[in-house]
């Protein structure tokens, strides 16, 4: 068979792919529900990610719930003081957002940049804990350094995940897609910067090996 739709065709395959995003980000959503399973619907979210970005996808949930399952004890660990961060800086917004003056002026910049890193460290923290079977400070530190030992691309992580959400909100085709698929194909981007650093850190890390023999 040859045409379009033959299974080697660069459209079955950009379908495919479509389709495995649309799963993906239904899955996280569902296992997100619970709100304290959320850390670990994101370990299992970045893993299926780059499996699909890699080509190396197998059964979506298959993947998904393996991941998911083996993750959720460290995640529950990682993600209850990120919730606790999360809201202390929800209720901090509200509060100087009613506060007039230069000093709450400087209180709701604070607010912002720290809320930025709330979410870098978020996109850092999960896959380490996906890759890491150590304790939860470990991933915490791990996740600290990486965010400021790269920080032009820790600044790019931040950049896209504001024009996914800035455009969702403008955007009512990019909302629709958004909706389907937005967390999955996040994942996807973001995906290739970590693996990007992922890989140098691994690298670095034999290196010093190799000097310590």
Same mark, same amino acid.
């Given at each position: 068979?040859?045409?379009?739709?033959?299974?080697?065709?660069?459209?079955?395959?950009?379908?495919?792919?479509?389709?495995?995003?649309?799963?993906?980000?239904?899955?996280?959503?569902?296992?997100?529900?619970?709100?304290?399973?959320?850390?670990?619907?994101?370990?299992?979210?970045?893993?299926?990610?780059?499996?699909?970005?890699?080509?190396?996808?197998?059964?979506?949930?298959?993947?998904?719930?393996?991941?998911?399952?083996?993750?959720?004890?460290?995640? +529950?660990?990682?993600? &209850?003081? *990120?919730?606790?961060?999360?809201?202390?800086? =929800?209720?901090? %917004?509200?509060? @100087?957002?009613? /506060?007039?003056?230069?000093?709450?002026?400087?209180?709701?910049?604070?607010?912002?940049?720290?809320?930025?890193?709330?979410?870098?460290?978020?996109?850092?923290?999960?896959?380490?804990?996906?890759?890491?079977?150590?304790?939860?400070?470990?991933?915490?530190?791990?996740?600290?350094?990486?965010?400021?030992?790269? +920080?032009?691309?820790? &600044?790019? *992580?931040?950049?896209?995940?504001?024009?996914? =959400?800035?455009? %969702?909100?403008? @955007?009512?085709? /990019?909302?629709?897609?958004?909706?389907?698929?937005?967390?999955?194909?996040?994942?996807?981007?973001?995906?290739?910067?970590?693996?990007?650093?992922?890989?140098?850190?691994?690298?670095?890390?034999?290196?010093?090996?190799?000097?310590?023999?």
């Amino acid at each position: 068979m040859t045409g379009a739709f033959h299974i080697e065709s660069r459209l079955f395959r950009i379908v495919d792919k479509a389709v495995s995003l649309v799963k993906l980000n239904i899955l996280w959503i569902l296992f997100s529900i619970p709100l304290v399973t959320g850390g670990a619907a994101l370990c299992a979210l970045h893993v299926t990610a780059v499996r699909i970005l890699k080509n190396e996808e197998g059964y979506i949930f298959r993947d998904f719930w393996n991941v998911f399952r083996d993750k959720l004890a460290l995640s +529950l660990r990682l993600w &209850v003081p *990120l919730m606790a961060a999360a809201a202390a800086l =929800f209720l901090d %917004g509200m509060f @100087w957002r009613n /506060v007039e003056g230069n000093f709450a002026a400087g209180m709701r910049v604070m607010v912002w940049v720290l809320s930025g890193i709330w979410i870098v460290l978020v996109i850092y923290i999960f896959p380490l804990a996906a890759r890491m079977d150590t304790a939860a400070g470990v991933i915490y530190r791990s996740g600290i350094l990486l965010l400021f030992k790269y +920080l032009p691309q820790s &600044v790019y *992580l931040l950049f896209i995940t504001g024009v996914f =959400f800035a455009a %969702g909100i403008l @955007w009512t085709p /990019v909302f629709c897609v958004g909706a389907l698929a937005g967390g999955a194909l996040a994942a996807v981007v973001h995906g290739k910067m970590l693996l990007w650093i992922f890989e140098k850190e691994e690298a670095l890390y034999k290196i010093v090996q190799l000097h310590k023999k």
